[in-house]
């Protein structure tokens, strides 16, 4: 009678993991040439569906979106690039490639053309707000809509940390090399993902393992300094950002993983300032909050998109 009951209960779990399996979308990992540099990309869904564009963080790839990818890409089309210098793209070295936002943006920009793709919904997430912030001001008719995954565009959200790079940035010569330490240390790769999260337990070690390896690659040090110090004119250019929300008053859904030391709650709730219908999602993760809070953030972007698609359908 047991081992009956428990030939059922291994035949139910295989049929549920075969269902998942099943219900998973199918992933492509593809590279396209822009203007030289090799760029990887990952896709998924139906080109003839509506697409999202999803823009990776620091020190990350378009890896951190996979998951999501296979959530959403039996209903969405999802293309995620990785920038130059980040992931499977290629590295090319800073006195080859000018490692600023502003380059990745145009970098971003020229992506879209070669994959052709002409009209999104925008997923930023950390390094992925200021350069999809420029990609919205360079084509705001290619735009539909804006999702802010811990992207930060507001003094407000800058945490702690964000003292340290100002010295940094005031004196790059003096600082250089203590912040190319820590930014590729395996402790500051780790607390980016943990955080203040009490819930260490529930983050998979690779997250950062695998970061750690591609961060301390040859030639990673100098393109991480630059874009460090670079990041400063993304702080400048906030007012001009909010400015831009303001004016286009654009759907806007801003996902939020609470224990981010980075970018911290009072920029999520920001977003409200420049647009009233912002719809603000404030969850138990970290600064990557899919670490731990996947169906969540699916399930949230769902509900976003479907009511999009609708509201775009009745015009």
Avoid: C
Avoid at 41 to 46: A, F, H, I, K, V
Avoid at 103 to 123: C, E, P, S
Avoid at 269 to 298: I, P, S, Y
Wanted: net charge negative.
């Amino acid at each position: 009678m047991k081992i009956t009951a428990l030939a059922g209960f291994v035949a139910t779990a295989i049929a549920i993991a075969i269902a998942d399996a099943a219900q998973a979308a199918t992933i492509t990992y593809q590279t396209v040439a822009v203007d030289g540099v090799n760029i990887a990309y990952r896709e998924s869904g139906d080109r003839e569906r509506p697409t999202i564009l999803l823009l990776h963080g620091v020190p990350s790839s378009s890896r951190m979106y996979d998951a999501l990818m296979r959530k959403l890409g039996d209903k969405y089309h999802l293309i995620a690039p990785d920038y130059p210098g980040f992931g499977n793209s290629a590295a090319p070295s800073p006195e080859s490639f000018t490692y600023t936002f502003d380059n990745l943006a145009r970098v971003m920009q020229r992506f879209t053309d070669a994959v052709g793709v002409r009209r999104y919904a925008l997923f930023m997430q950390d390094y992925g707000a200021p350069i999809g912030m420029r990609l919205a001001e360079a084509r705001a008719d290619a735009v539909q809509a804006l999702i802010f995954q811990n992207g930060n565009v507001y003094e407000a959200g800058l945490g702690a940390m964000w003292a340290q790079r100002k010295a940094f940035w005031a004196d790059r010569a003096a600082h250089e090399s203590e912040v190319v330490r820590v930014h590729q240390s395996l402790g500051a790769t780790r607390a980016r993902h943990v955080g203040s999260d009490p819930n260490v337990l529930a983050y998979d070690p690779d997250l950062w393992m695998d970061e750690h390896a591609y961060l301390n690659r040859p030639g990673q040090a100098r393109i991480q300094a630059d874009l460090i110090f670079d990041y400063q004119q993304n702080i400048a250019a906030y007012p001009r950002w909010q400015a831009w929300l303001r004016q286009k008053q654009l759907p806007t859904l801003v996902v939020w993983g609470k224990h981010d030391l980075a970018f911290t709650v009072p920029g999520a709730e920001a977003f409200r300032q420049d647009n009233v219908a912002a719809d603000v999602h404030v969850l138990d993760g970290g600064h990557f909050v899919m670490d731990t809070k996947l169906e969540e953030v699916a399930t949230i972007t769902d509900n976003f998109m479907q009511q999009l698609n609708r509201s775009t359908s009745q015009r």
